[in-house]
């Protein structure tokens, strides 16, 4: 071999070497600011603790997330300087009102105010009693005309505020259509897949929530569509073992999340319709879902909320699962897609179309399809 040969080898060498240093340095570095990110992703994604032995919270390495932290707070600090600050018009309180949906009533009376405790009991769960809480000033007013089996009324210049995973996200495009195309009415979608109740450090809906009710003082009705992704062992926090799914922690952890949903929707006068999830293909998953769904129904009730299956829906009795349903005209349509999860167009329309059935909209003339 000549010695140009020789040198232009060596060359070659050094640059590949050079570019496997910078390659690994700079996954290094990557990890080292974004491991508080990385580690939420594990957590979702197997479901166990994701700390990295003896590094994982050594002062050194634990620097790198403080520093992220610190410029995303900067960062977010920035914005909000940027941002000119807007009034907030409060709109005019209404009351909050329930209606039995298994004998559906004309009118729905709110009933009188009760002082809230500073400590709320854990109430019995066994025989839920629907409470309707109304706020003094609203309580004196006159009903308010629902329609039969409608839990609750829109009118000009209300929002409905869409919470939810992938599920929602199949369905809110079909449901705000059809309240911007026929009633005018604006949504607020923050349906974000992968999420759920279980892993608020990865994202976290009750905050989100009160949040968005905080800065949307036009929102009357707030439909839910959540769990599929809570079926698993829940994280306490930094070096603290998950608990594990269906155990009474895990229940007492979980409904409390619920709660916390439910309470800003009272503290703000909005509506909740929570939909629970449908049966699923795989047995394990869909014995989850009926128990989170379980959950559901019981702490809507206690508010005074609504909540309704998305079984009865699909064409779903007991603990049947189908990627078909059959129309009123006895046609077969498909409404599932072949995960045994998600939902197809169809399905998705027939969700939407149940929800919106459920609305009244007094005074509101309908301007299209």
Not at 53 to 59: E, N, R, T, V
Not at 151 to 163: C, K, N, P, R, S
Not at 261 to 273: K, S, T, W, Y
Not at 311 to 329: C, K, R, V
């Amino acid at each position: 071999m000549q010695a140009s040969d020789s040198k232009q080898l060596f060359r070659v060498q050094v640059g590949a070497a050079r570019a496997l240093y910078a390659i690994v340095v700079t996954t290094l570095l990557l990890f080292w600011l974004n491991q508080d990110s990385i580690k939420l992703y594990c957590q979702q994604k197997y479901h166990q603790g994701c700390d990295i032995p003896l590094l994982g919270q050594a002062p050194a390495w634990r620097f790198g997330a403080q520093l992220t932290q610190a410029l995303e707070q900067q960062r977010d600090s920035l914005l909000a300087q940027l941002q000119p600050e807007q009034p907030v018009v409060l709109p005019e309180p209404v009351p909050v009102l329930t209606v039995n949906l298994e004998t559906p009533a004309v009118l729905a009376r709110p009933l009188a105010h009760k002082p809230e405790p500073t400590h709320r009991a854990a109430a019995p769960m066994s025989a839920p009693t629907a409470v309707v809480v109304a706020h003094p000033e609203v309580a004196a007013t006159a009903p308010t005309r629902l329609q039969p089996g409608t839990v609750a009324a829109l009118a000009t210049g209300d929002e409905v505020f869409l919470v939810g995973d992938s599920l929602m996200q199949g369905v809110a495009p079909h449901l705000a259509n059809s309240l911007r195309k026929r009633y005018q009415i604006r949504t607020v979608n923050l349906s974000k897949q992968s999420t759920g109740l279980a892993y608020p450090g990865f994202f976290n809906w009750p905050k989100t929530v009160a949040e968005t009710l905080e800065h949307g003082p036009n929102i009357r009705l707030m439909v839910v569509f959540l769990g599929p992704n809570d079926p698993w062992d829940m994280p306490q926090g930094k070096g603290k073992p998950f608990l594990r799914f269906k155990s009474p922690e895990w229940e007492t952890a979980y409904r409390a999340r619920i709660d916390s949903i439910l309470e800003q929707a009272r503290a703000h006068q909005v509506q909740v319709l929570w939909v629970g999830p449908p049966n699923m293909e795989k047995a394990r998953l869909s014995n989850a879902m009926g128990y989170l769904s379980g959950l559901y129904r019981e702490q809507t009730a206690l508010y005074g909320q609504h909540y309704v299956s998305a079984n009865p829906i699909l064409g779903y009795a007991d603990d049947g699962f189908s990627y078909t349903t059959q129309t009123p005209e006895g046609r077969r349509v498909k409404v599932r897609v072949d995960d045994g999860i998600h939902f197809t167009i169809t399905g998705q329309k027939l969700i939407a179309e149940q929800v919106l059935s459920m609305i009244s909209f007094p005074g509101l003339t309908v301007t299209g399809h």
